[in-house]
């Protein structure tokens, strides 16, 4: 693999690992809103990774966020009539989001995104100790 790919690949797996952060983000904002009915509640989102292929070897080329898809895991009533929100059962619906699970997503994505640096930082010091064999 080229130099020039290197940088591509860590690039496409930055970009990707941000937009997981940026979820991650979005997921612990909303974590405690709630609604009045169980469509009307957020779902915890998550990025879909899809690989990018190598046309002529067919290798993994780099990564990319194919979709944002929504959680499938259903909202949880509570009941509390005095709230504003609450149906004519007097429930409201709270988010499904996992605090411990999205903590997770957030150490794994940030710790991915360093591992991605430093794969530039020693790619960068490689391409200049071969320029520098010319010397």
Not at 84 to 92: F, K, R, V
Request: aromatic share 6%.
């Amino acid at each position: 693999m080229a130099l020039d790919k290197i940088f591509d690949a860590a690039g496409q797996a930055l970009a990707a690992q941000t937009v997981r952060l940026n979820t991650v983000a979005s997921n612990l904002a909303n974590v405690d809103t709630v609604a009045g009915s169980a469509e009307a509640v957020y779902r915890p989102k998550m990025p879909v990774f899809e690989s990018v292929l190598r046309s002529a070897e067919g290798g993994v080329d780099g990564v990319r966020i194919r979709e944002i898809a929504q959680s499938t895991v259903a909202p949880t009533p509570r009941y509390a009539p005095q709230h504003p929100l609450a149906n004519e059962d007097g429930y409201i619906f709270e988010s499904g989001v996992n605090v411990v699970e999205e903590m997770a997503n957030m150490t794994d994505a940030s710790r991915t995104y360093q591992t991605n640096i430093e794969l530039v930082s020693t790619a960068k010091r490689l391409l200049l100790a071969t320029l520098r064999l010319g010397q």
